[in-house]
């Protein structure tokens, strides 16, 4: 579910797993680098911040607290633009996120940011919002980056 097995679907999931160089390259970085804290994985578009798990409706054994962490990261966001944001596990079902994967590998830390916008541009965000999105997107970041450097597990 939430992947497509269509080259021309935008959710197209590749011929296997692990089929392209860029999902390659993250799974061997993270199987040779032990201690990694925290994934985060930046994606265009939505306004969402997801955390695993996306193929499955089972709760992590950390869902409060990414749920808690996420809330904060996004109120964060929120400060200087109002940009409004939805999160959680499941916004829709998707299957084949490397946040599910990452979750697995130990990092608890793991979310998916889908940056703006709602869908009015879809992938083609206007230059104007660039700027913006990345200076939100930085806030959220921090919060999650400063709460995994303040509770190693």
Same mark, same amino acid.
């Given at each position: 579910?939430? %992947?497509s097995? =269509?080259?021309? *679907? ?8 692990n ?9 061997n970085?993270?199987s040779?680098?032990?201690n ?7 994606? %265009?578009y +939505? ?5 695993p798990?996306g193929y499955? *409706?089972?709760p992590? /054994? =950390?869902?409060?607290?990414l749920h808690?962490?996420a809330? /904060? ?5 929120? +400060?200087?633009?109002?940009? /409004?944001? /939805? ?10 996120g490397?946040? =599910? ?6 990092i608890k ?7 703006? =916008? ?20 930085w806030?959220?970041?921090?919060v999650?980056?400063?709460h995994?450097?303040r509770?190693?597990?």
């Amino acid at each position: 579910p939430g %992947s497509s097995k =269509d080259p021309c *679907r935008e959710t197209y999931s590749g011929p296997s797993a692990n089929s392209e160089s860029e999902v390659r390259s993250i799974v061997n970085f993270v199987s040779t680098h032990g201690n990694i804290k925290a994934f985060i994985s930046i994606h %265009s578009y +939505s306004q969402l911040l997801l955390y695993p798990y996306g193929y499955t *409706r089972t709760p992590i /054994r =950390d869902q409060n607290e990414l749920h808690q962490l996420a809330r /904060r990261a996004i109120t964060d966001l929120a +400060s200087p633009y109002g940009t /409004r944001y /939805r999160y959680g596990s499941i916004i829709y079902q998707a299957s084949g996120g490397a946040i =599910d994967w990452t979750y697995n590998q130990g990092i608890k830390y793991s979310y998916t940011f889908e940056l703006r =916008d709602t869908g009015l541009y879809g992938f083609i965000l206007p230059a104007s919002q660039i700027v913006p999105t990345a200076s939100e997107t930085w806030l959220g970041l921090k919060v999650i980056m400063n709460h995994a450097l303040r509770n190693p597990y």
